[in-house]
């Protein structure tokens, strides 16, 4: 138990997930800001942000994924300076394929 100089008492954290620890807002913020500027598509209309969830094939994921990867790898390498676009690029079809993963897991259950 936890008390706190208050006197207000709660359970234990230790088993609970630190979301606040285990990400970084400063990540979170401009991997936003990137989801913002790519939501805008060839028309100028915005796409719904949750758009990529109606379900994106895994194979579409791992081809723009390594796009993404080596354009992080060219300038980690000197040879681009777009490294912040590119890992956010790498960010989100890491998370969109493991996203069909764990969808594709609950329906099995």
């Given at each position: 138990?936890?008390?706190?100089?208050?006197?207000?008492?709660?359970?234990?954290?230790?088993?609970?997930?630190?979301?606040?620890?285990?990400?970084?807002?400063?990540?979170?913020?401009?991997?936003?800001?990137?989801?913002?500027?790519?939501?805008?598509?060839?028309?100028?209309?915005?796409?719904?942000?949750?758009?990529?969830?109606?379900?994106?094939?895994?194979?579409?994921?791992?081809?723009?994924?390594?796009?993404?990867?080596?354009?992080?790898?060219?300038?980690?390498r000197g040879f681009k300076k777009c490294i912040k676009v590119a890992l956010c690029g790498v960010l989100f079809n890491a998370m969109g394929y493991l996203h069909e993963i764990?969808?594709?897991?609950?329906?099995?259950?």
């Open positions: 138990m936890r008390e706190f100089e208050t006197g207000a008492i709660r359970d234990n954290c230790a088993d609970k997930y630190d979301y606040e620890g285990f990400i970084s807002p400063l990540v979170i913020e401009y991997y936003a800001s990137y989801m913002h500027e790519n939501r805008k598509q060839a028309d100028g209309k915005l796409r719904a942000s949750d758009n990529w969830q109606k379900g994106i094939p895994q194979e579409a994921y791992m081809k723009s994924m390594w796009r993404h990867f080596m354009a992080v790898w060219l300038c980690h764990l969808v594709k897991e609950r329906e099995e259950e």
